[in-house]
């Protein structure tokens, strides 16, 4: 008889060791993936605080040039207050937040788009070469900012599986890990734009 309850109790131990690997597994890799959202947004702020951080080099370059642009230049100044005015909690990114924080990022890459257009009709800005260097690094950011947005999409689409499959969405709900946002594409994006010559 002793040894039948040895035999359970044994049983009973491993099962609870056996649980608690899993849990304890579960729950650190939900800490790693979490972690690596947290990582890869911080990422994501870095190439859009190097484009705020071009653009009044940008402005003022422009300003001598183009000063009855004033309305276009105001618009780029004020979008990027905005941009920069938002800011989001890396460990508890919505979808809300998320779309907010796109969308002033999005009035700030069209104010600068309405500038650059603006420019065609000045031959010697374009022919300036800080608004040159200017020019090219603001472009490099952008497409930066789009490689950094693919990436936190990515991780953040690894972390949302992750906590969302079965068994493991349990462990996600009890420690309160919650579903990240995604970027999206501009409205109207998929409509290509009409070039006429």
Known sequence: MKKKGLITIIIIVVVILAIYAWIKGSYNGMVQRQEGVEAQWAQV??????????????????KGYAEHEQGTL????????????????????????LAQFQEAQDQLSGALSRLLVSIE??????????????????????NRITVERQKFNERAKEYNQYIR??????IANMFDFEKVGY??????????????F
């Open 45 to 62: 702020e870095n190439v859009y605080q190097r484009r705020a951080d071009l653009i009044p080099n940008l402005v003022a370059t422009v």
């Open 165 to 170: 499959m079965f068994p493991r969405n349990i």
């Open 74 to 97: 105001t618009a780029v100044i004020e979008a990027r207050a905005k941009a920069t005015g938002i800011t989001i909690d890396p460990s508890n990114i919505t979808p809300e937040q």
């Open 183 to 196: 970027f999206k594409a501009q409205a109207g994006a998929e409509t290509a734009p009409k070039v006429e």
């Open 121 to 142: 009709r000045y031959p010697d800005l374009k022919a300036n070469e800080n608004f040159l260097a200017l020019q090219s690094q603001l472009e490099g950011t952008e």
